[in-house]
């Protein structure tokens, strides 16, 4: 079966470093991979999606890799800021089709950026 | 700019008691899931819905927990008789599919308390 493994323990860095979290996943090739935000007590934000066929995508501070070879993701956040401190959830698109997609989301990874 | 929402925030309730948690998803949205997230855990997927039935549910939706869609804004995850275990917060997310890929918009989630 499908397994995502993300970082298990908590990364702190200094605020403007940048934070590098990783995703890898097992056992199958995903058409996409997804990656949300989740801060406390609150529902996940979307924020970055990468397609198998693109090698990098960027979004303002964040950019994501997707190595298919390696069933690797890489999430950076550039020049990071105290607001960015959250838990990042990687989501690669489960195998099969269905008419509305579930997400499976990894476990997250906590970050803390520290002033 | 429009958002789900949920209520009530938080549902104290005894076990073996049924509850209802209520959505409101994104009036121009097609697909409505719920996801639910235990204490310390990952986010995990529940069911979703499309055109009045169930598309796809998890292992953990079995035969206690259904839902409906009512009316035309409101979408309602029901468990008949709760456990201990059901204990967690319950997102609702709703998307449009009108690309290759569905990003999903999350509530604040329901905290659901057994006692």
């Known amino acids: 079966s499908q397994k995502i493994e993300q970082n298990s323990e908590a990364l702190n860095i200094q605020e403007g470093k940048t934070a590098t979290l990783t995703c890898n996943y097992t056992?199958?090739?995903?058409?996409?991979l997804q990656w949300y935000r989740q801060d406390p007590g609150r529902g996940p934000v979307f924020l970055l999606l990468?397609?198998?066929?693109?090698k990098e995508k960027r979004k303002e501070r964040l950019k994501v890799t997707f190595d298919t070879t390696l069933k690797q993701s890489l999430f950076h956040i550039t020049a990071s800021q105290p607001a960015d401190s959250a838990t990042y959830l990687c989501?690669?698109?489960?195998?099969?089709?269905?008419?509305?997609?579930?997400?499976?989301f990894g476990s997250g990874t906590r970050l803390s950026i520290r002033p | 700019e429009p958002e789900v929402t949920q209520t009530p925030s938080h549902q104290v309730t005894q076990m073996g008691q049924e509850v209802i948690l209520r959505c409101v998803p994104i009036?121009?949205?097609?697909?409505f899931y719920w996801y639910r997230q235990i204490l310390g855990q990952k986010v995990e997927f529940l069911v979703s819905?499309?055109?009045?039935?169930?598309?796809?549910k998890s292992e953990i939706f079995d035969d206690q927990f259904s839902v409906e869609r009512p009316d035309g804004s409101n979408f309602t995850l029901k468990i008949r008789s709760t456990k201990l275990e059901d204990s967690a917060m319950y997102f609702c997310?709703?998307?449009?599919?009108?690309?290759?890929?569905?990003?999903?918009?999350f509530g604040p989630g329901t905290r659901l308390t057994v006692l």
């Open positions: 990468i397609r198998e066929n693109e």
């Open positions: 009036s121009n949205h097609l697909y």
């Open positions: 989501a690669p698109r489960p195998p099969g089709y269905s008419s509305a997609s579930k997400i499976i």
């Open positions: 056992n199958y090739s995903p058409a996409y």
């Open positions: 997310a709703s998307s449009v599919r009108d690309r290759g890929f569905d990003e999903q918009f």
């Open positions: 819905f499309y055109n009045n039935e169930i598309s796809e």
